[in-house]
């Protein structure tokens, strides 16, 4: 496990704020150099840092002035970062997601006051046809610019920002693309190639894919249909690498996602964001994380991360929370110091 990438996700302020309603408090004092020096101090070596289209459109200098802080900071603790192009739920425009700017969406899916709306579930109607729409190319922002177009410019000011940075280890094109549609794997398969087409002039760095989430029944979906979403080119010569996302981790899960990987030219897996399951009231244990990163090390992954770091309590799943605050800092908990030390002890 020498060149194992150990880390967590790390959630962020300006590069995570919403668009359509109220913002997370505002985290303590030295937030991003308190967490990177426990990070360092934990042995973690690279972090997953999930960032947003919709952050960046609501405050571009606050969120690039964040963007940098945080590459500095990873720079001065020796600490890689995947930069990830979030998304959940597609965006706060729709509902309590985050990800796609109120840009792309509000010409298509008119709202009186979208922060009314913020806070209660999207629409499965409004989720499957933005994602149908974007899989299709006929989404076009405000000003008229392609959807596609729209993003990879977007991206490009990430890239030109951190590309250079010793710190930065690669870039996620998008995190957990979602279709509804079987025809849709190979359409992610064509925007993984129209974005790292051209991204890929701008850095040599690595990029990752994400699994494709999918609204199918999952008793049909084969390792072949997920296996599309890979570029059908590899004219670009940055390594690639295929981001797993298993909660928790499990012999079929895992699997599923080896046979994955194995159809797209077995190229490595990464573990971007585990943990021991969605169901409310979860907790986790030394001994869970132990039965988790042996199997993440049987099936070879190149890494991973576990969510999420962040200066906010998840009140519905304990497993999730990482730290505590401390006379006003930043600090790490039992679940952060349980899953350190498992890393430590595969590693040994």
Same mark, same amino acid.
């Given at each position: ?23 997370? /408090?505002? #985290? ?8 990177? %020096? ?25 969120? =690039?002035?964040? @963007? ?19 998304? &959940?739920?597609?965006?706060?425009? $729709?509902?309590?997601? =985050? ?10 899916? /008119? ?9 209660? #579930? ?22 008229? =610019?392609?959807? &596609? ?24 094109? $998008?995190?957990? /693309? ?23 002039? %701008?850095?040599?760095?690595?990029? +990752?894919?994400? &699994? ?27 390594? $690639? =690498?295929?981001?797993?996302? #298993?909660?928790? /981790? ?12 194995? @159809? ?15 169901? %409310? ?17 049987? +099936? ?5 991360? @576990? &969510? ?9 799943? #304990?497993?999730?929370? @990482? ?26």
């Amino acid at each position: 496990m020498d060149n194992f990438l150990f880390g967590v996700n790390f959630n962020c302020f300006r590069c995570a704020t919403y668009q359509n309603r109220s913002n997370m /408090p505002e #985290p303590p004092d030295s937030y991003i150099d308190d967490s990177f %020096k426990i990070f360092h101090e934990g042995g973690l070596n690279c972090i997953r840092i999930p960032i947003y289209w919709e952050s960046y459109e609501h405050n571009p200098d606050e969120f =690039i002035k964040e @963007l940098v802080h945080i590459s500095n900071t990873a720079d001065k603790y020796n600490i890689f970062c995947i930069y990830d192009n979030h998304q &959940w739920e597609c965006s706060s425009y $729709l509902g309590y997601g =985050i990800g796609f700017p109120n840009s792309l969406l509000k010409q298509y899916f /008119p709202k009186d006051d979208p922060k009314k709306t913020s806070m209660n #579930p999207p629409s499965g109607n409004d989720i499957r046809n933005f994602w149908n729409n974007w899989w299709d190319r006929k989404l076009e922002t405000a000003e008229g =610019i392609d959807g &596609w177009n729209a993003q990879l410019e977007y991206l490009e000011k990430v890239v030109n920002q951190v590309k250079d940075s010793k710190s930065t280890f690669g870039f996620e094109i $998008l995190n957990e /693309p979602q279709v509804h549609r079987w025809s849709d794997f190979k359409n992610v398969g064509k925007y993984h190639y129209y974005i790292l087409d051209k991204l890929a002039l %701008k850095t040599n760095k690595t990029f +990752f894919l994400c &699994w494709t989430n999918s609204s199918l029944s999952i008793e049909n979906i084969l390792p072949e249909e997920q296996a599309k979403v890979k570029p059908s080119s590899t004219s670009f010569k940055n390594n $690639l =690498i295929y981001d797993i996302h #298993p909660y928790p /981790p499990s012999i079929p899960m895992m699997t599923f996602y080896k046979a994955t990987s194995f @159809l797209m030219d077995n190229i490595p897996i990464y573990a971007g964001e585990f943990n021991c399951g969605i169901k %409310k009231g979860a907790t986790i244990n030394e001994s869970d994380f132990v039965k988790y990163i042996n199997l993440l090390k049987q +099936f070879s992954v190149s890494g991973c991360a @576990l &969510w999420q770091w962040s200066w906010t309590v998840d009140k519905n799943y #304990p497993a999730f929370n @990482l730290t505590e605050i401390i006379d006003g800092k930043i600090s790490p908990n039992d679940n952060f110091r349980n899953f350190v030390k498992s890393i430590k002890t595969n590693h040994n």
